[in-house]
């Protein structure tokens, strides 16, 4: 038997099924225990009030899974993964020898 997609708009109102633009209130939820690829994930929760019939919920924002060699970012409409190996900022990374440092230090 073909598994039905059970996932619904955390935006929409369960009641009346008016689409609300933007939360009332967010807040973040860590997982205590990373995934198999050693990511953290990342929950942005969110508060929803109805404007037509003052119904208040909650829901998911987005989620985050970050850590590894990427970041994974799932929101709403879309996801997309970041890699750090591709990613500017990796390319200005200062290394400094810590054992050069004690030795000028000693002198």
Do not use: H, Y
């Not at 860590?30 to 990342?42: E, I, Q, S």
């Not at 590894?68 to 290394?95: H, L, Y």
């Amino acid at each position: 038997m073909p598994r039905k997609d059970t996932q619904k708009a955390s935006n929409k109102c369960p009641k009346c099924g008016t689409v609300v633009t933007s939360p009332i209130k967010t807040w973040q939820l860590v997982a205590p225990l990373p995934d198999a690829a050693g990511r953290v994930t990342v929950t942005i929760m969110g508060m929803f009030e109805c404007p037509n019939c003052g119904f208040k919920w909650r829901g998911v924002v987005s989620k985050m899974k970050v850590g590894g060699e990427n970041i994974e970012i799932e929101g709403a409409k879309k996801s997309f993964t970041i890699d750090e190996k591709k990613s500017s900022r990796a390319e200005n990374v200062i290394e400094i020898d810590l054992s050069k440092l004690a030795e000028e230090e000693e002198e």
